[in-house]
């Protein structure tokens, strides 16, 4: 089960950029920027990972984004988040960022953008892994921030699929940003949200119907409305699930709690991701390894996460074919292919 994972082809559909930032390239860019960091070593910032909830993460993490300031160091990012894709065979993956993160300090719009594209760029031509952007608003922040933020981006609609919602969920549901996300839509970006992570299922119904998304990030809590999971069973609504997230934050007691594979074969569309692994300890190969070691699933369970994932993704149809087909290849062919 390891080696099958190991190498299965993935997909990913929910990672922050600015959470792949590990503390070796954080120093690098303090130095690089000058900043002060309130750290001596990589492996003090590792040791003050020690989250209790959803906030006491969100402190940490917008205070690491500091260091990001010019277009080569969010090229620098995004290029070290591709080599760990590569790593662990992820042929497609869909990135978030928070443009406000960095134009609140006074960073411009495109310097951000321009250094993700460029890497993300690369990584198709030289490592052969597909992408997508999305934009994410920050919720803790008022909806005018967020039409702001929507106006900056629309320069770029080329390089940015679609727009989405994180930070802190209790206190901000999805019905502050209803109308900016009315507005998205109308500009033709699709939408996703944050939902049910650490605020209620009753957020999973309303992100659907107030911000019209067609993925969940996370929906982890859907559990506590037996009627909402029979609509997911029937509609497919995908789930972006980050298992190490949801422990790392205390959503689950641990792994063997974590209800994905329950949802797995309820029939949900749900997927794994890494969310932010320089902060939760690992990228999509340990998460795909540590839900199979807490639940036990066989290799066609690990396989149908991926083809889960194809199914959420915004990948174009025909190409969506071509990738099951790759999964299936995979699949039949196992261990041969990869021992001869
Ligand atoms: N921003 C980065 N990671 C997040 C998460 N897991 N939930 C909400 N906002 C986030
Ligand atoms: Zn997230």
Known sequence: MKAFIQTLPKVELHLHIEGSLEPELMFELAKRNQIEIPFDSPEQVR???QFENLQSFLDIYYQGANVLVTEQDFYDLTWAYLQRCKADNVIHTEIFFDPQTHTQRGIAFETVI???YGALKQGESELGISSQIIMCF?????????FKTLEQALPYKDKIIGVGLDSSEQGNPPEKFAGVFKKALAEGFKTVAHAGEEGPAQNIIDAEEMLGVSRIDHGVRCTEDRKLVQELVKTRMPLTVCPLSNIKLKVFEDMSQHNIVDLLRKGLCVTINSDDPAYFGGYM???FLAVAEAHPIT?????????NAIEASFIPDEKKA???ELVTDYVFHYPYEITS
Do not use: P, S, V, W
């Open 114 to 116: 321009n250094g993700i």
């Open 322 to 324: 071509l990738m099951r």
């Open 285 to 287: 190969n340990d998460n």
């Open 138 to 146: 920050l919720r803790h922040l008022d909806e005018d921030d967020a």
């Open 299 to 307: 290799d066609e369970e690990a396989a149908q996460f991926t083809y």
């Open 47 to 49: 040791e003050a990972y």
